[in-house]
Nanobody
Framework: QVQLGESGGGLVQAGDSLRLSCAASGRTFSRYAMAWFRQAPGKEREFVAAITWSGGRPSYADSVKGRFTISRDNAKNTGYLQMNSLKPEDTAVYYC??????????????WGQGTQVTVSS
């Protein structure tokens, strides 16, 4: 079992940066790929970024490529999403997930509760 908890969300202005953290409990976090998804009001949950269990092969949605960076520190059981040059359309609840590598929600068995990111124009 893996339990995940996100932190680091908040209200920022367009162009600002935020770093989200995903703290994992359980000894098996390092066995799983990790991903970030987001869900805006009235929209489906969408893929943002993913990374392998070892921190390799990062992949990104086209909408965030070049602005967001996913990483993890297995020694700290923590994953990160560095978000730069934020735009109002990045406003959403951000979720971290652990499971098999992929861009679909059903690739991931474990989910955090989400953290709100709001970007004002």
């Amino acid at each position: 079992q893996v339990q995940l908890g996100e932190s680091g969300g908040g209200l920022v202005q367009a162009g600002d940066s935020l770093r989200l953290s995903c703290a994992a409990s359980g000894r098996t976090f390092s066995r799983y790929a990790m991903a970030w998804f987001r869900q805006a009001p009235g929209k489906e949950r969408e893929f943002v970024a993913a990374i392998t269990w070892s921190g390799g092969r990062p992949s990104y949605a086209d909408s965030v490529k070049g602005r967001f960076t996913i990483s993890r520190d297995n020694a700290k059981n923590t994953g990160y999403l560095q978000m730069n040059s934020l735009k109002p359309e990045d406003t959403a609840v951000y979720y971290c997930a652990a499971g098999l590598l992929g861009s679909k929600t059903n690739s991931y068995d474990y989910w955090g509760q989400g953290t709100q990111v709001t970007v004002s124009s």
